[in-house]
């Protein structure tokens, strides 16, 4: 069965503000609350905050880029916000740009799956307890974390195209994708992952997919929320790629024609109650394991309240 979980929205300016939001997660049945790559609150220390202040709640790190650190410090990270909430963590990574990478590595990497399978390979080991001796192409790491109880800490690799899902299934728990259809990841994600997984001679990983949505209200276009919560998604030439291999009929340079293909395509979710739960319904039926539902769209374009309200609504309406 597909569990359900909550997307922050927005990157938070103070951490008081993650509160309503692990609230919302600690007072539902929403299995975790999620937050990608933010630089201005940084994910662990919201998210500490959070427990500091009542709310204990399952935590995924969805996804943090790697050339932002070392992954020594990735794995420390990790595991010390597990043993700070007392929960789960689910802590995902992934090469950023290239853009990114060459700011602040010098250059990008020429192969972005061999730098993602030396820092996962690092991070496991660390988090395993193990002695980790590894001299990478990109990463390299002698050492090892003091060995101490915390709740487990999954590791996940962003992905979007099939590369990508054949590695996680090689090496990581979770696969986590965002902006991707459905019908895609039936066809092309999950198969890759279980090559991956089949060739390593492991179980299949989970898939966690990051879906925009948006409840359907008099004047809030699709469109036009499709476009506030993915308009740098529209300029990565990754994410076009992939929509284009979604069969989504983005151009790139016309971003409100992209947008309306988003809401075509079904990568952007939108509709009333009715509607929108029988198309979270195809996730499930692609072999989604966890559906994160992002509001950020609608946090973008009509604010704070609305978001929350949405997500509310959409919460109560899968608990029946």
């Known amino acids: 069965m597909t569990a359900f979980s909550v997307l922050m929205p927005f990157q938070p300016r103070r951490p008081e503000q993650v509160l309503p939001y692990a609230g919302l997660v600690h007072w539902t049945q929403a299995e975790r609350l999620w937050q990608g790559q933010a630089l201005l609150v940084e994910p662990c220390q919201g998210f500490a905050y959070a427990a500091g202040s009542g709310f204990r709640v399952p935590a995924g790190l969805g996804v943090t880029l790697m050339p932002l650190r070392h992954p020594f410090e990735a794995a420390l990270q990790a595991r010390s916000l597990a043993m700070t909430t007392g929960q789960p963590v689910t802590a995902g990574f992934g090469p950023g740009a290239k853009s990114l990478q060459e700011s602040l590595l010098g250059a990008p990497y020429a192969s972005p799956l061999t730098a993602a399978r030396e820092y996962l390979t690092i991070v496991r080991g660390l988090l395993a307890n193990e002695i ?59 198969p890759a992952m279980r090559t991956g997984a089949e060739a390593a001679g492991r179980a299949l990983p989970r898939l966690t997919a990051m879906v925009p949505v948006a409840l359907e209200h008099p004047g809030h276009e699709p469109a036009d929320l499709a476009l506030a919560s993915n308009a740098a998604h529209l300029e990565g030439p990754h994410y076009i790629d992939m929509l284009r291999r979604a069969g989504v009929e983005v151009k790139g340079g016309d971003p409100a024609a992209d947008a309306r293909a988003l809401v075509d395509g079904e990568a952007f979710l939108s509709g009333d109650t009715a509607q929108l739960l029988e198309k979270l319904e195809a996730y499930e039926a692609a072999g989604v394991d966890e559906v994160v539902l992002n509001l950020t769209g609608v946090y973008n374009l009509v604010g704070a309240q609305a978001a929350m309200a949405d997500l509310k609504a959409l919460l109560t309406a899968l608990a029946q």
Do not use: N
């Open 132 to 190: 980790v001796d590894i001299k990478g192409q990109y990463v390299s790491c002698h050492g090892s974390l003091p060995p101490f109880p915390a709740p487990p800490v999954e590791i996940g690799l962003g992905v979007l195209r099939p590369g990508m899902a054949r590695l996680a299934g090689e090496i990581a728990d979770v696969a986590i994708t965002w902006l991707t259809p459905a019908v895609y990841l039936r066809d092309v994600v999950l």
